[in-house]
T-cell receptor
């Protein structure tokens, strides 16, 4: 079965410092992995996705993630945090069910950015 | 703005009642998905439709049902509502529902059952 584990429920960083949000996945085959962000009272926005083309994936707003098969990880990073990055982040794995596709969400990581 | 619209934005109702949530997918997208986000269960996939037909089911209760119409909009019907059904309900759409496709999410409908 496909699943994701977000290792931190809360992460707090100072503005201008690096961001690291950790995600481990479990999948019986090469997975499709995504990071989504949810700002307060907003819907979910796709940050980036991995679909086996390249292990380092660049997303929007300066975020990137590296797929490491040996570590079954897909951590999200950003070199320098902005106040506007404060939000909840979800690591997501795509599960193939026949010809259909389901997303399985991690429990989320709340990112706080301190001035 | 993802291009996916959901109505209403907020809904307050009483236990035992029935409500209908509506979703319009992005222009050209054939597949619609419904998700529930609650504090205790997190984000869960409920059901997927593709071009009017049910394609996949997740953790959807028997009291809940959905359909996708010929114009591709979708409705999620929740009946015999319980306090625990209070949650944020998201709709998402994608072009064809295939494996590596990106899903685009609407802003959600916040349901409060009193």
């Amino acid at each position: 079965a496909q699943s994701v584990t977000q290792l931190d429920s809360h992460v707090s960083v100072s503005e201008g410092t690096p961001v690291l949000l950790r995600c481990n996945y479990s999948s019986s085959y090469s997975p499709s992995l995504f990071w989504y962000v949810q700002h307060p009272n907003k819907g979910l926005q796709l940050l980036l996705k991995y679909t086996s083309a390249a292990t380092l994936v660049k997303g929007i707003n300066g975020f990137e993630a590296e797929f490491k098969k040996s570590e079954t990880s897909f951590h999200l990073t950003k070199p320098s945090a902005h106040m506007s990055d404060a939000a909840e982040y979800f690591c997501v794995v795509s599960k193939l069910a026949g010809s259909a596709r389901q997303l399985t969400f991690g429990s989320g990581t709340q990112l706080t950015v301190l001035p | 703005d993802s291009g996916v619209t959901q109505t209403p934005k907020h809904l307050i109702t009483a236990t035992g009642q029935r409500v209908t949530l509506r979703c319009s997918p992005r222009s050209g997208d054939l597949s619609v998905y419904w998700y529930q986000q609650s504090l205790d269960q997190g984000l869960q996939f409920l059901i997927q439709y593709y071009n009017g037909e049910e394609r996949a089911k997740g953790n959807i209760l028997e009291r809940f049902s959905a359909q996708q119409f010929p114009d591709l909009h979708s409705e999620l019907n929740l009946s015999s509502l319980e306090l625990g059904d209070s949650a944020l309900y998201f709709c998402a759409s994608s072009a064809s529902g295939m494996y590596q496709e990106t899903q685009y999410f609407g802003p959600g409908t916040r349901l409060l059952v009193l």
